[in-house]
């Protein structure tokens, strides 16, 4: 693996959030200075390249992956289908442990289900089910996340006390969980299943 992949990978795992120098320094312990040249260098490449829908942004110090421009009509498109198409096992995964441990950071969501959330947490936003709700006064200042109104429309609840009564450290305890803490997963799926239905 090549300096520069390492630092694509890091990008890609970033997500939205994005990631410092600083932060790619700790992971690979290259040299700032080279670090800088690097993402210069990457992002020549994506630029340059016709076939790529990449590119990467900077703003305060903080480098992430972006789409460009010409991409848009499609992802539109794509982030504009229906709901009930769209709502994948990890989204649903990602939405109760949202809706249960809010607010919330990608990091605190990543280490309860053992994997990246980066990408379907952007997707649970763009369907605005899903939106910031602050920030963390720590380095990074990660963002924080919750549930939004159209969650409880969605879901038909009048607030978030109406969810189902789960046992919470289950939720983070994935070898040993709780049967109820499938309830609202659940809830979710027969709400899906029932939309299919009616089409």
Known sequence: ????????GLLFVAGDEGITVAEIEH?????????TTMLTQLATKYQ????????ILSTANTY?????AAVAPVLKRYFE???????????LEVLAIIAYRQPLTRIEIDEIRGVHSGSTIQKLVLRQLV???????EPGRPILYGTTELFLDYFGLKSLDDLPAIDLAALSDAE?????????????????????EDE
């Open 1 to 8: 693996m090549t300096n520069i992949e390492q630092i694509e």
């Open 176 to 196: 040993h969980p709780a049967p109820e803490t499938d309830l609202f997963l659940n809830a979710f799926q027969d709400k899906l299943q029932a939309e299919r």
């Open 81 to 91: 289908a229906p709901l009930t198409t769209s709502l994948s096992q990890a989204s």
């Open 131 to 137: 939106t910031e709700t602050g920030r963390l006064s």
């Open 64 to 68: 992430r992956l972006a789409t460009k």
């Open 27 to 35: 992971a690979t312990g290259f040299a700032k200075p080279a670090i």
């Open 48 to 55: 340059a390249d016709p076939d790529s829908a990449l590119m």
